[in-house]
């Protein structure tokens, strides 16, 4: 049980975790940790901005935004824009979108997403530490990252090989449905009066983006699932402070 959470743990942030011989079917069994780590980097981002409290809250705000980006590597905003390039260079053709996503060169739709994305956060955070909703900042990590094993339960993997190909092929089917009743449940105790906005806000986003990559792409990849987390903790934040 402990190695499946240390590598979710290792790929979805850059905390210590020494790497180990891990096997593909604990690779698969990992996802269901995934919401886990979105509990454990919102813990770290609420204690970071009440610490921050006292600090004028554009400061406060930039500094948790500076933890969020560098703590995960940058790698959800890396799949966001390698989809966002996808999507506005593919021109509605499965295969040139699926090669562009894979091309490492960034265009201007990846620089305007991910921009406005980051953006979206800021001003939530900064509303967030503003009004003290402390709870706000577990529960966007949280409903983010509890969204990917959902996605790879409902959606084929596109892709062959690669982390995403163990994800899919090793998939606990009845862990990930814990796994994100579990964390439904995190969402409505950590934040009684704004969970039910959170959750429908994840849900819709989940909807939305699972059906055009249903329709580009027919299923999801590694780089879309990061795009998902991305989309998710951005409108999550804006629903929860609106």
Known sequence: MLRPFLIAVQFLTRLPVTRGDWREEEVGRSIVW?????????????????????????????????VWVF??????????????????????????????????????????VVAVVLIAKFAALETAIQSGAWAVLVTAPLAGRALVPVLFLTTPYVRTGGLGGALALHLPRRGAVVSAGAAVAAVLALSPERGLAILLTAAAVFALLRWLMMVRIHGTTGDTAGALIEIAEAAVLLAAVA
Request: charged share 15%; proline share 3%; net charge negative.
């Open 71 to 112: 703590g995960t590597g940058a790698l959800h905003l890396d799949g966001l824009a390698d989809s966002a390039d996808a999507w506005l260079g593919g021109h509605g053709d499965r295969e040139r979108t699926l090669a562009i996503m894979k091309d490492a060169h960034r265009g201007a739709a990846a620089i305007v």
């Open 34 to 66: 995934y919401p886990a780590v979105g509990l454990l980097l919102g813990a770290v981002l609420s204690v970071l901005g009440w610490a921050l409290q006292s600090a004028v809250p554009a400061v406060a705000a930039a500094v948790l935004l500076a």
